[in-house]
């Protein structure tokens, strides 16, 4: 894993911990170039020497409320640059939104992918009513939807592990439960107007000791991809709708607050009760707020 390194330019180490008009936001360099607050390459210089030969390079941009967009320069030239402490976990990416306008293809392809596999719950909706009593109905159309959506979580699985510097040629569930260790997957979602079904918490239970058969919907995974015939019955219903709560919980973790991802996804009985794409250390700063942001159709409790 690339070593993370964080700095802040202050009139005095006083005005660090105030963090107000007179020390700059926090800065994070990795590999010999800035990852935050935006990114640069130091082109083999250290941040102090960078700085001094572009003083005016680190800007902030921002959209006022008229609508017109301004600039505000907040590295003063007289100030001193220290070298901060990482907090624990923050050695960690969650989000690649540095890179996002470079790599928008990608998000639109996980969200289209996300959108094919709602509309295919949506249609099941028509034929399986969502009650408790039908959690247990299984199909070939259920196999699909899990196999699917299982896939597609394990894309993400590999992209935050990769994003992280952590490299293998197989991966398994042993590398992703890794993941838990500073990233929060305890999303709990609810069927809309549907008061008698069961709880949706598809990471609730997942254990470093047992990180496949302790999520159940990937357990029926693992099974159904290996002997369709024998595993059948264990396509259920509630493991379709977890496998894709599952992947939402992905798709909110890396892209929420990034491209208004809320008001993307396609899918008319789910809500998101908790969630949160901060880390369990606190070093990511996007929160998923469920005060201020309401949802198109998934409204957040």
């Known amino acids: 894993m690339s070593e993370i390194r964080k700095f802040i330019f202050a009139k005095s180490r006083d005005d660090i911990s105030l963090m107000g008009k007179n020390c700059s936001p926090i800065i994070k360099i990795s590999d010999n170039k800035i990852i935050q607050p935006v990114e640069i390459e130091l082109m083999g210089l250290s941040l102090e020497e ?7 390079e680190l800007t902030y941009f921002y959209h006022s409320f008229e609508g017109k967009s301004s600039e505000k320069t907040y590295f003063n030239p007289k100030w001193t640059l220290y070298e901060l402490l990482l907090d624990k976990g923050e050695e960690f990416y969650i989000s690649e939104n540095s890179t996002i306008e470079k790599n928008k293809f990608q998000f639109f392809n996980d969200l289209r992918q996300s959108n094919l596999l709602l509309k295919k719950l949506n249609t099941i909706f028509n034929y399986i009513e969502p009650d408790s009593n039908n959690i247990n109905v299984f199909s070939l159309e259920l196999r699909n939807i899990i196999l699917l959506c299982s896939m ?12 992280n510097g952590y490299q293998k040629k197989r991966y398994s569930t042993k590398d992703y439960v890794k993941l838990q260790e500073f990233i929060d997957f305890n999303f ?8 008698n079904f069961p709880e949706i918490t598809p990471f609730k239970n997942w254990d470093f000791e047992n990180p496949t058969q302790s999520l159940s919907w990937f357990d029926a995974y693992n099974k159904i991809k290996h002997n369709r015939s024998k595993y059948l019955q264990t396509a259920t219903f509630m493991e379709a709708i977890n496998s894709i709560c599952a992947l939402l919980t992905l798709m909110y973790i890396r892209y929420n607050n990034d491209l208004m991802l809320h008001k993307k996804l396609e899918f008319d009985y789910l809500k998101i009760k908790k969630g949160t794409r901060i880390s369990k250390h606190g070093f990511y700063g996007g929160s998923f707020s469920p005060e201020i942001k309401y949802l198109k159709y998934f409204n957040i409790k």
């Open 188 to 195: 709990e979602f609810e069927l809309t107007n549907f008061s």
């Open 50 to 56: 960078w700085f001094k030969k572009n003083p005016n």
């Open 152 to 163: 597609e979580v394990e894309i993400h699985w590999r992209r935050l592990l990769l994003i």
